[in-house]
């Protein structure tokens, strides 16, 4: 299925998969922090939170920018096509 034939079941699923992966590991590590008295082992998963956090962080803005540049290419199309309609009218 191309990307303009996403449905939006599709587009849900995918949206909870990106999210909840980087939250699993977040919250893996974070269970280990709390089972560990390791200093190592606490700095490694610490690192490991940050990271995800990142990585989820980017990911949330790369959709909010996706779907502002969908939602301006659709006003664009709608103005258009008003201007369009404006023209051809008696």
């Known amino acids: 299925m191309s990307s303009g034939d996403t449905q939006p079941a599709d ?3 995918d949206l909870a998969h990106e999210l909840r992966t980087p939250i699993s590991a977040i919250a893996g590590f974070a269970e280990l922090l ?6 190592r082992l606490r700095h ?3 690192d490991q939170i940050l990271a995800g956090s990142s990585r989820l962080s ?3 803005d790369e959709l909010v920018a996706t779907f502002e540049a969908d939602h301006e290419l659709a006003v664009r ?3 258009a096509r008003a201007r369009t ?3 051809g009218s008696p």
């Not at 709390?34 to 200093?39: C, S």
């Open 85 to 87: 309609v404006q023209r």
């Open 58 to 60: 980017r990911f949330v």
């Open 34 to 39: 709390q089972a560990r008295d390791d200093d």
């Open 77 to 79: 199309f709608t103005q």
């Open 44 to 46: 490694e998963a610490a």
């Open 11 to 13: 587009l849900i699923s």
